[in-house]
């Protein structure tokens, strides 16, 4: 499918989606870029039931096609003994900061999808649903299906795109290595073999009959246009909506895409599974440059992020992003203040680069 | 400079280089690329001066422009303790395959640019000069231009493009993460500040005035048209010629990257430093998988190699890649076999994909 066949199919009016970011937005941003004819997403790894609920009434009434992303992974069994050496590893870091570890909250919600949100989707059906780390189960995902929903899914490497395809997703999403965030490869769990988006996306195209939307690395028309050229149907942005007015990035994220946070650098990335448990590209910041950014003692996904609600608490509240995923993709240069609008219609080549 | 304006200042008729791909090739690749109307290279670092005087010899002969390649690492200084460490971690190969640790060669030979090889870019008058790793000395970067070449150097970051830039290069090749063979990175030694392409290049592009080339992941006309769109004047495209006629890649390597020899996927690389001490992007193989395939004790490069010699001569002889440097990017399943010319002809969009 070419990228209009693509973006009519979904009933856009530009082949630009914006990336699911738990996170750093919630509604408002996808409604602003449903508004410019691109596909907004709303992502519900964090969301409660009622703050989704309310997301997707408005979302469903702005009468536009929106994407509702859900995070399948399996939920990690409790492993007392990993949590303990993990909240040693932090000990230092709370012994620092003066705060007690004993108030460390349970877990770190990343709601995974499952039978009530298979309800949520029958309730509201939206136009388009996104996976990432592979699919649910069969009879889930059939329940999906059913409601009417486009279903996208990531793939980070031919295998996992035609694992996919297999399974009848309606395009896949070829995530390479510059992406920021989680990474959602889900065949296997080597990183060696991620690969750039250059190179992934024509060998994806190549071995699905499926379209395949680029994305990881694309933060303005030229890398747009580069995307189309190895033959993506479209593309999909996060990093370059970070900045943006309807965008819910916290100060100190701000601060640090911007360069304005003294020890980060907004050019230097890395893949780290400090803050979650599951490898995800952020900006170095110093919990990553003093631990190294991938420690595999770290408890499994979601739960390495609870120990660390109180340090980065602490921290920001100080100024300081010392224990913050400050989530981005290698093209953190690319974020500007504005509204979201404006950046979809520059991506599409409507408007002139800001 | 747009795609044709740095090909005909090259005296091109296609944006197409071929990257110097020392141990793969001789004067007879860069022949036929520049018969096909690219800019065929002549890579330096192992070659000895006879045949790199032979090679010149037919590379003047042909009448079209040729890249002469030089590294610029500065020459290790042995340390004997690094080195018995080395050998040790290696002792177990050797018993295994009955060899003497004992008949280990003294060092591997990775010739830096030097007084000597001065003295051959002035007898020569190579139309191009190109450096990895950074620059030569400012004296030795002025015998150069003084003989009339123009000088291209590798960036794997914004910040060493600008170096280049500053110190006077004619072009920069911007090397992403995806490329084959040894990073050039030179300013920082931080792995994670290395891009993908796609990213890398427009920000390149931002970032200096002069030319920029794309390398990494380039490996058919999509790669190209792409690179074009992301604001590169050119391409310079290497693991796709590695199956070439023209190119020496010797029998296990061939065997790898078809899929043919056994424990080799050839869509899984990883940069590693065992083969050489720098960081380079190979096929993952035995040694890579069992070391894992960054090492910190392995000796400064390019010393690391010296006591994998008799090691990878046992395997080869037995028709396996165990200690073999299998160089290759992220698109080795762009290599056809077939004339070398035809490569550059179908990325220059001259002729239909192979």
Redesign the interface.
């Known amino acids: 499918m070419t990228a209009v066949d693509l973006a009519s199919w979904l009933g856009l009016r530009v082949p630009v989606l914006q990336a699911p970011m738990a996170g750093v937005q919630d509604g408002r941003l996808a409604l602003a870029v449903a508004a410019a004819g691109g596909l907004g997403a709303l992502p519900t790894a964090t969301l409660g039931v009622p703050a989704l609920r309310e997301a997707l009434n408005e979302l469903r009434a702005c009468g536009q096609p929106y994407n509702l992303n859900f995070f399948c992974h399996r939920p990690p069994v409790p492993d007392a003994a990993r949590e303990h050496a993990w909240r040693e590893t932090l000990a230092t870091y709370y012994r620092e900061a003066d705060l007690d570890p004993a108030g460390v909250p349970a877990g770190a919600g990343r709601q995974p999808f499952d039978e009530m949100l298979a309800g949520v989707v029958e309730a509201f059906r939206p136009p388009v649903v996104s996976f990432h780390f592979g699919l649910p189960e069969p009879a889930l995902l059939a329940r999906v299906r059913a409601a009417g929903a486009k279903v996208l899914a990531s793939a980070t ?2 295998a996992e795109a035609q694992w996919l395809e297999a399974r009848g997703v309606d395009a896949v999403i070829a995530q ?3 992406a920021g965030g989680h990474r959602g490869h889900f065949l296997d769990d080597d990183l ?2 991620q ?6 996306v ?2 994806v195209v ?1 071995a699905v009959r499926v379209p395949v939307i680029a994305a ?5 028309r ?2 747009v ?7 993506a149907a479209a593309v999909q942005v996060g990093t370059a909506f970070l900045l943006c007015d309807e965008a819910t990035t916290g100060p100190v994220h701000r601060s640090a895409l911007t360069g304005r946070l003294q020890g980060i650098d907004p ?5 780290t599974n400090l803050f979650t448990g599951r490898p995800a590209r952020g900006l ?1 910041n110093r919990l990553m440059r003093e631990r190294g ?1 991938l420690d595999p003692t770290a408890p499994a996904f979601p739960l390495a992020g609870a120990a660390l609600v109180p340090l980065r608490a602490h921290a920001e509240a100080r100024g300081r992003a010392d224990f913050t995923p400050l989530w981005a ?3 953190a ?1 690319a974020c500007r203040p504005g509204p979201a609008g404006d950046l979809v219609r520059q991506l599409a080549g409507l408007d002139p680069p800001r």
């Open positions: 490497t031919v390479g290595l510059e060696s073999r690969l750039g988006t250059l190179a992934l024509p060998q190549a990881g690395g694309i933060g303005d030229r890398g246009e580069a995307a189309l050229a190895l033959g050019s230097h990335t890395a893949i170095v950014p993709g290698q093209r240069d």
